[in-house]
Protein backbone atom coordinates (compact mmCIF):
# COMPACT_ATOMS: atom_id res chain seq x y z
CA UNK A 1 0.00 0.00 0.00
CA UNK A 2 2.02 2.96 -1.40
CA UNK A 3 -0.09 5.80 0.20
CA UNK A 4 0.10 9.27 -1.44
CA UNK A 5 -3.06 10.41 -0.65
CA UNK A 6 -5.45 10.00 1.74
CA UNK A 7 -8.88 11.41 1.17
CA UNK A 8 -11.67 12.09 3.88
CA UNK A 9 -15.49 12.20 3.09
CA UNK A 10 -17.34 15.12 4.21
CA UNK A 11 -20.95 15.28 4.36
CA UNK A 12 -21.65 18.24 6.49
CA UNK A 13 -22.05 16.64 9.86
CA UNK A 14 -19.49 17.48 12.50
CA UNK A 15 -18.74 13.82 12.96
CA UNK A 16 -17.35 13.16 9.23
CA UNK A 17 -14.95 16.54 10.19
CA UNK A 18 -13.43 14.13 13.01
CA UNK A 19 -11.99 11.84 10.36
CA UNK A 20 -9.63 14.95 9.52
CA UNK A 21 -6.83 15.55 12.33
CA UNK A 22 -6.26 11.73 12.48
CA UNK A 23 -6.27 11.29 8.39
CA UNK A 24 -3.68 14.76 8.70
CA UNK A 25 -1.37 12.72 11.25
CA UNK A 26 -1.06 9.45 9.11
CA UNK A 27 -0.73 11.52 5.94
CA UNK A 28 2.24 13.60 7.57
CA UNK A 29 4.08 10.36 8.50
CA UNK A 30 3.85 9.15 4.60
CA UNK A 31 4.49 11.88 3.41
CA UNK A 32 1.25 12.09 1.59
CA UNK A 33 -1.22 14.63 1.27
CA UNK A 34 -5.11 14.53 2.26
CA UNK A 35 -8.47 15.39 -0.03
CA UNK A 36 -11.10 16.32 1.15
CA UNK A 37 -14.66 15.15 -0.54
CA UNK A 38 -17.78 16.45 -0.06
CA UNK A 39 -20.35 14.72 -2.32
CA UNK A 40 -23.53 16.98 -2.86
CA UNK A 41 -26.61 17.47 -5.25
CA UNK A 42 -26.67 20.01 -7.40
CA UNK A 43 -28.60 22.32 -5.23
CA UNK A 44 -26.45 21.92 -2.83
CA UNK A 45 -23.13 22.11 -4.26
CA UNK A 46 -22.47 25.60 -2.87
CA UNK A 47 -23.52 24.83 1.16
CA UNK A 48 -21.13 21.79 0.54
CA UNK A 49 -18.32 23.65 -0.27
CA UNK A 50 -18.28 25.91 2.47
CA UNK A 51 -18.75 22.33 5.10
CA UNK A 52 -15.44 21.25 3.19
CA UNK A 53 -13.35 24.52 3.74
CA UNK A 54 -14.10 24.75 7.10
CA UNK A 55 -13.14 20.89 7.73
CA UNK A 56 -10.09 21.79 6.04
CA UNK A 57 -8.91 24.56 8.79
CA UNK A 58 -8.83 21.40 11.25
CA UNK A 59 -5.91 19.56 9.35
CA UNK A 60 -2.10 19.30 11.14
CA UNK A 61 -0.12 22.15 10.13
CA UNK A 62 2.11 21.52 7.36
CA UNK A 63 0.00 18.87 5.68
CA UNK A 64 -1.28 19.62 1.77
CA UNK A 65 -4.59 19.53 1.91
CA UNK A 66 -7.61 19.56 -1.47
CA UNK A 67 -10.75 20.35 -1.78
CA UNK A 68 -13.06 18.67 -3.54
CA UNK A 69 -16.85 18.66 -4.03
CA UNK A 70 -18.52 16.29 -6.53
CA UNK A 71 -21.96 16.33 -7.53
CA UNK A 72 -23.43 13.12 -7.67
CA UNK A 73 -26.69 11.05 -6.44
CA UNK A 74 -24.51 7.49 -4.84
CA UNK A 75 -22.41 9.65 -2.75
CA UNK A 76 -20.68 6.01 -1.42
CA UNK A 77 -20.64 4.98 -5.70
CA UNK A 78 -19.31 8.52 -6.11
CA UNK A 79 -16.56 8.00 -3.41
CA UNK A 80 -15.53 4.33 -4.06
CA UNK A 81 -14.84 5.47 -7.84
CA UNK A 82 -12.99 8.74 -6.58
CA UNK A 83 -10.74 5.94 -4.33
CA UNK A 84 -10.10 3.42 -6.92
CA UNK A 85 -6.53 4.46 -7.48
CA UNK A 86 -4.65 2.01 -5.37
CA UNK A 87 -2.28 5.04 -4.07
CA UNK A 88 -5.38 6.69 -2.00
CA UNK A 89 -6.71 5.29 1.28
CA UNK A 90 -10.04 6.37 2.53
CA UNK A 91 -10.08 7.57 5.97
CA UNK A 92 -13.56 7.82 7.16
CA UNK A 93 -15.24 8.65 10.53
CA UNK A 94 -18.11 5.74 11.35
CA UNK A 95 -19.94 4.30 14.04
CA UNK A 96 -19.83 1.46 11.87
CA UNK A 97 -23.53 1.03 12.13
CA UNK A 98 -25.98 -2.20 10.51
CA UNK A 99 -26.97 -2.59 6.75
CA UNK A 100 -30.38 -1.90 7.64
CA UNK A 101 -29.78 1.74 10.14
CA UNK A 102 -26.78 3.06 7.80
CA UNK A 103 -29.83 3.03 4.94
CA UNK A 104 -32.05 4.75 7.38
CA UNK A 105 -29.88 7.66 8.56
CA UNK A 106 -27.62 7.85 5.32
CA UNK A 107 -24.45 6.61 6.68
CA UNK A 108 -22.14 7.23 4.64
CA UNK A 109 -19.06 5.96 6.56
CA UNK A 110 -20.87 2.64 7.32
CA UNK A 111 -21.99 1.90 3.63
CA UNK A 112 -18.37 2.67 3.10
CA UNK A 113 -17.23 0.16 5.43
CA UNK A 114 -20.25 -2.61 3.66
CA UNK A 115 -18.85 -1.60 -0.14
CA UNK A 116 -15.28 -1.14 0.22
CA UNK A 117 -13.13 -3.58 -1.48
CA UNK A 118 -9.33 -2.24 -0.74
CA UNK A 119 -8.62 -1.35 3.20
CA UNK A 120 -9.82 1.86 4.63
CA UNK A 121 -9.15 3.69 7.75
CA UNK A 122 -12.39 3.87 9.92
CA UNK A 123 -12.36 6.69 12.95
CA UNK A 124 -14.45 6.41 15.51
CA UNK A 125 -16.31 8.63 18.19
CA UNK A 126 -13.37 8.06 20.44
CA UNK A 127 -10.28 9.03 18.38
CA UNK A 128 -7.76 11.13 19.75
CA UNK A 129 -4.67 12.01 17.71
CA UNK A 130 -2.77 12.98 21.24
CA UNK A 131 -2.74 9.32 22.04
CA UNK A 132 -1.14 7.90 19.28
CA UNK A 133 1.35 5.01 19.57
CA UNK A 134 4.14 4.44 17.16
CA UNK A 135 3.16 0.90 16.08
CA UNK A 136 0.91 -0.45 13.35
CA UNK A 137 -1.36 -3.30 15.33
CA UNK A 138 -3.15 -6.30 13.34
CA UNK A 139 -4.98 -8.75 15.40
CA UNK A 140 -5.26 -12.18 14.07
CA UNK A 141 -7.89 -15.02 15.65
CA UNK A 142 -6.56 -18.10 15.36
CA UNK A 143 -9.50 -19.13 13.01
CA UNK A 144 -9.24 -17.35 9.58
CA UNK A 145 -6.38 -16.69 6.83
CA UNK A 146 -4.11 -13.87 8.19
CA UNK A 147 -2.25 -13.39 5.27
CA UNK A 148 -4.14 -10.52 4.09
CA UNK A 149 -4.04 -8.59 7.09
CA UNK A 150 -0.59 -9.34 7.17
CA UNK A 151 -0.07 -7.86 3.69
CA UNK A 152 -2.18 -4.83 4.83
CA UNK A 153 -0.13 -4.37 7.96
CA UNK A 154 2.93 -4.31 6.43
CA UNK A 155 2.02 -2.10 3.41
CA UNK A 156 0.86 0.68 5.52
CA UNK A 157 3.59 0.40 8.33
CA UNK A 158 6.26 0.35 6.22
CA UNK A 159 4.35 3.54 4.35
CA UNK A 160 4.18 5.14 7.92
CA UNK A 161 7.75 4.36 8.65
CA UNK A 162 5.76 2.19 11.95
CA UNK A 163 6.34 -0.99 13.77
CA UNK A 164 4.18 -4.02 13.39
CA UNK A 165 2.86 -5.58 16.64
CA UNK A 166 0.95 -8.69 16.09
CA UNK A 167 -1.74 -10.12 18.53
CA UNK A 168 -4.39 -12.01 19.55
CA UNK A 169 -7.01 -12.42 22.21
CA UNK A 170 -7.00 -16.04 23.06
CA UNK A 171 -9.42 -17.48 26.10
CA UNK A 172 -6.79 -18.97 28.65
CA UNK A 173 -8.14 -22.22 29.59
CA UNK A 174 -6.32 -25.35 30.46
CA UNK A 175 -4.98 -27.85 27.73
CA UNK A 176 -7.21 -30.74 27.01
CA UNK A 177 -5.70 -33.68 29.30
CA UNK A 178 -5.25 -35.97 25.97
CA UNK A 179 -4.00 -33.70 24.04
CA UNK A 180 -1.69 -31.31 25.83
CA UNK A 181 -1.39 -29.20 23.29
CA UNK A 182 -5.03 -28.20 22.07
CA UNK A 183 -7.23 -25.79 23.92
CA UNK A 184 -10.71 -25.54 23.32
CA UNK A 185 -11.70 -21.89 23.72
CA UNK A 186 -14.53 -19.67 22.73
CA UNK A 187 -11.97 -17.30 20.90
CA UNK A 188 -8.25 -17.19 20.29
CA UNK A 189 -6.00 -19.93 18.24
CA UNK A 190 -6.60 -23.36 19.43
CA UNK A 191 -2.53 -24.90 20.31
CA UNK A 192 0.01 -22.73 22.15
CA UNK A 193 -0.61 -19.11 21.85
CA UNK A 194 3.69 -18.21 21.51
CA UNK A 195 3.59 -21.11 18.60
CA UNK A 196 0.75 -19.86 16.85
CA UNK A 197 1.95 -15.74 17.35
CA UNK A 198 5.70 -17.55 15.89
CA UNK A 199 4.10 -19.13 12.80
CA UNK A 200 1.75 -15.96 11.75
CA UNK A 201 4.64 -13.73 12.08
CA UNK A 202 6.92 -15.86 9.36
CA UNK A 203 4.14 -15.28 7.21
CA UNK A 204 5.10 -11.72 6.85
CA UNK A 205 6.55 -10.22 3.84
CA UNK A 206 10.01 -10.58 3.71
CA UNK A 207 11.60 -7.23 5.06
CA UNK A 208 8.62 -6.55 7.90
CA UNK A 209 10.71 -4.26 10.44
CA UNK A 210 10.61 -4.37 14.26
CA UNK A 211 7.71 -6.87 14.37
CA UNK A 212 6.20 -7.66 17.94
CA UNK A 213 4.24 -10.67 18.69
CA UNK A 214 1.53 -10.37 21.84
CA UNK A 215 -0.68 -12.63 22.96
CA UNK A 216 -3.65 -11.53 25.25
CA UNK A 217 -5.23 -13.93 27.62
CA UNK A 218 -8.61 -12.08 28.25
CA UNK A 219 -11.44 -14.56 29.28
CA UNK A 220 -14.20 -11.60 28.61
CA UNK A 221 -13.59 -11.16 24.97
CA UNK A 222 -11.75 -10.06 21.96
CA UNK A 223 -12.68 -6.66 21.66
CA UNK A 224 -12.29 -6.23 25.40
CA UNK A 225 -8.88 -7.40 25.31
CA UNK A 226 -7.77 -5.43 22.33
CA UNK A 227 -9.08 -2.19 24.31
CA UNK A 228 -7.62 -2.65 27.34
CA UNK A 229 -3.86 -3.54 25.16
CA UNK A 230 -4.13 -0.58 23.13
CA UNK A 231 -5.10 1.83 25.91
CA UNK A 232 -1.60 0.03 27.48
CA UNK A 233 0.15 -0.03 24.93
CA UNK A 234 -1.01 2.42 22.04
CA UNK A 235 -0.52 2.68 18.81
CA UNK A 236 -1.15 4.02 15.13
CA UNK A 237 -3.95 2.19 13.86
CA UNK A 238 -5.25 -1.43 14.63
CA UNK A 239 -5.98 -4.05 11.62
CA UNK A 240 -8.58 -5.88 11.42
CA UNK A 241 -10.61 -8.27 8.91
CA UNK A 242 -14.51 -7.32 8.42
CA UNK A 243 -16.95 -8.16 5.80
CA UNK A 244 -20.44 -8.60 6.81
CA UNK A 245 -20.97 -11.84 7.69
CA UNK A 246 -17.26 -12.57 8.04
CA UNK A 247 -15.65 -11.18 10.58
CA UNK A 248 -12.16 -11.88 11.94
CA UNK A 249 -12.83 -11.14 15.42
CA UNK A 250 -16.46 -12.66 15.87
CA UNK A 251 -19.91 -10.82 14.91
CA UNK A 252 -20.19 -7.00 15.39
CA UNK A 253 -16.29 -7.15 16.61
CA UNK A 254 -15.22 -3.87 13.90
CA UNK A 255 -18.53 -2.05 15.64
CA UNK A 256 -17.80 -2.37 19.20
CA UNK A 257 -14.13 -1.82 18.52
CA UNK A 258 -14.99 1.51 16.52
CA UNK A 259 -16.84 2.87 19.80
CA UNK A 260 -14.55 2.04 21.95
CA UNK A 261 -10.68 2.77 20.12
CA UNK A 262 -8.58 6.38 20.54
CA UNK A 263 -7.24 4.96 17.18
CA UNK A 264 -8.44 4.51 13.79
CA UNK A 265 -9.23 0.84 12.61
CA UNK A 266 -7.89 -0.12 9.27
CA UNK A 267 -10.54 -2.50 7.80
CA UNK A 268 -9.26 -4.61 5.45
CA UNK A 269 -12.18 -6.31 3.44
CA UNK A 270 -12.62 -10.22 3.63
CA UNK A 271 -14.19 -12.52 1.13
CA UNK A 272 -17.61 -13.44 2.70
CA UNK A 273 -16.80 -17.01 2.20
CA UNK A 274 -13.42 -17.28 3.52
CA UNK A 275 -12.58 -20.60 3.89
CA UNK A 276 -11.04 -21.31 7.79
CA UNK A 277 -7.39 -21.66 8.03
CA UNK A 278 -5.26 -24.47 8.25
CA UNK A 279 -1.95 -23.32 10.39
CA UNK A 280 1.44 -25.11 9.43
CA UNK A 281 1.66 -25.93 12.89
CA UNK A 282 -2.03 -27.55 13.13
CA UNK A 283 -0.61 -29.57 9.32
CA UNK A 284 2.03 -30.65 10.97
CA UNK A 285 0.37 -32.59 13.41
CA UNK A 286 -0.15 -30.58 16.61
CA UNK A 287 -3.96 -31.23 16.50
CA UNK A 288 -3.47 -34.84 15.51
CA UNK A 289 -5.53 -37.37 18.03
CA UNK A 290 -3.73 -39.23 20.44
CA UNK A 291 -2.94 -43.19 18.92
CA UNK A 292 -5.78 -45.76 20.67
Not at 86 to 102: E, G, I, K, L
Not at 176 to 202: I, K
Request: aromatic content about 2%.
Amino acid sequence: MSVHTITVPIDGSQFSSLAVQPAGVLARRAGASITLVGVATDGDAKTMRAHVRDASRLAPVGVEVDEQVIVGPDAVGVLLEHVSDAATVVCVASHDHTRATAAILGSIGSRLIARATRPLFVVGPKVDVGAFGDDVVVAVDGRRNPDPLLGAAASVAEALGAGIRIVTVFEPVLADVRRPQHFTRTHGPSYEVDAYLSNVSRRLPLGSARVQRVGIADPVGVTVGLAEHLDAAPALALVVGSSRGAHHLGPGAVHDLVRRLTVPLLVVPAAPAEPAWISEAEAAGILAKPER
